[in-house]
């Protein structure tokens, strides 16, 4: 009776052994709340099929290279028309960048929520600012299924809502360690400098321009990151947001720091392969001309050019303020070395070898 009773428990562990072991590894749901603070439900983690309109970057930081096969669908505009070099940089080395679908980008106006629909992702991966524009996409999605994840870098230096979008990421990418590290680097970069931007008095004016005569007033995110790294943002006496100023209030206000927005075809040429001396005469040309050579700035060789990919979005935004905070306050924050940290972060957390020249200064 014994040896029935035992023979009867081993088939019985046999037949329910491999039921619990495929219910133990097999893909679950998950609810997250993202960045606008909406409940959005993920049939399955770790995601296995990505569309994304924006911080492809941050991405693959969190994901690995493997991350970089799961996109199914992008803003394809994000790299190849807005960040040239980095569009070059990236399909050199993965050719087959090429053929993602291309799902339209949210501030051109040209999303296209039926093809993403046909694509049938796990989830669409969008930045906050895109919200407004999308609106309606984001209804047409989730009734088809289609969950929409919003996350946020575009606050600056902002350590509390890096740290919500890359934990969230983490937890779609089935990541959470990966997350972790980053955002350990993130705060090791950002938090030393923010404590001692607190004990700054004295504000350099500094004026930061992107293309022509475009600035950034009180309310925008790369106004306030001049006022965050200890300097006075001249646009904000007169813009909330973006606008284009009158040359003649530049040379009224006659700023200490010039910084302008750079990119292949904007200002000065900057990114990926890019060498120094073209970097270093374009800038020149552009503070030949009026009104720029009139300016106490350019005389006392105290204008740079920085790299778009800084300002805008993304949590390397720690570059941008260890370059404001070494121009701002050098005698300060001279140590600080942005050029390696941004090597260091290529090193940890990019699939791609650093190389070429993203900021540069008057000589």
Excluded at 58 to 68: S, T
Excluded at 146 to 175: C, R
């Amino acid at each position: 009776m014994m040896k029935q009773s035992l023979l009867l428990f081993l088939t019985i562990l046999i037949i329910i052994l491999p039921m619990c072991i495929k219910e133990e590894t097999k893909d679950v749901g998950i609810k997250i709340v993202d960045t606008l603070g909406r409940e959005v439900y993920l049939k399955k983690v770790p995601v296995e099929r990505i569309v994304i309109t924006f911080n492809v970057e941050e991405l693959i930081a969190v994901g690995g290279e493997e991350v970089l096969k799961k996109i199914i669908g992008w803003s394809r505009y994000y790299w190849e028309g807005r960040r040239p070099t980095v569009w070059k940089v990236y399909t050199e080395r993965y050719p087959w960048l090429k053929k993602i679908e291309d799902v339209g980008y949210p501030w051109k106006g040209d999303f296209n929520a039926e093809k993403v629909i046909k694509l049938k992702p796990d989830v669409v991966i969008m930045s906050k600012e895109q919200y407004k524009y999308v609106k309606e996409d984001i209804k047409r999605l989730e009734d088809a299924g289609i969950p929409v994840v919003f996350i946020d870098y575009y606050e600056p230096f902002n350590i509390t809502m890096h740290e919500k979008s890359t934990y969230i990421l983490g937890k779609i990418l089935g990541k959470e360690d990966r997350a972790k590290e980053l955002i350990k680097f993130y705060k090791s970069k950002v938090s030393k400098v923010l404590n001692e931007l607190r004990k700054i008095k004295k504000k350099p004016n500094v004026l930061l321009l992107g293309k022509s005569y475009i600035s950034y007033g009180r309310n925008h995110y790369r106004g306030k990151m001049i006022e965050i790294a200890g300097g006075n943002n001249v646009a904000a006496r007169v813009l909330e947001m973006s606008g284009e100023l009158n040359p003649e209030f530049i040379i009224k206000e006659n700023p200490d720091i010039i910084i302008f927005i750079g990119k292949v075809g904007w200002n000065v040429d900057l990114g990926y392969s890019i060498d120094r001396n073209i970097s270093k005469k374009d800038l020149e040309e552009l503070i030949s001309k009026k009104p720029w050579n009139m300016l106490k700035a350019v005389k006392e060789k105290k204008v740079c050019a920085i790299h778009i990919y800084f300002v805008h979005g993304h949590i390397f935004d720690y570059i941008a303020l260890e370059y404001f905070v070494k121009w701002f306050h050098p005698k300060i924050f001279n140590h600080i070395n942005p050029e390696n940290d941004w090597k260091e972060f290529h090193e940890k957390f990019l699939p791609v070898n650093y190389s070429g020249t993203w900021a540069i200064c008057m000589e």
